[in-house]
């Protein structure tokens, strides 16, 4: 079991930024061995945040917009091994928060 924290940006349908933190803990499989790669599954749950700049609500009225859900996150990952503390790693999978679906794609270091 592991934790994980995401920060985003984009620009939403108003053109205002919306930035998003998701805060969640998740497991992760790791079936297939070879060498120092190794590859599986991951899934997990836990807190999303939304903060909208600017929102359009009717007319021409904008107000700001923030919000927070559930999330729910699972894709596949695979990890090359550095040492017995350090991985590159390497994710694909989608995300469920704020009641849509995302799509996310990370290349990081994990450190255990």
Known sequence: MFASVFFGW??????????ESRYTAELQYLPVHAGPLHA??????GLAYRFEDAVK???D???AGNESSGA?????TVQLDINTRLA?????GVAW??????HDALIGLSVY
């Open 10 to 19: 984009r620009d939403n349908r108003y053109h205002a930024t919306l930035f």
């Open 40 to 45: 599986g599954l991951y899934g997990g749950g």
């Open 57 to 59: 609500l009717a007319g």
């Open 61 to 63: 009225e904008v107000v």
């Open 72 to 76: 729910l996150i699972g894709g596949a």
């Open 88 to 92: 590159l790693t390497a994710r694909l």
């Open 97 to 102: 928060a704020h009641g849509e679906q995302m």
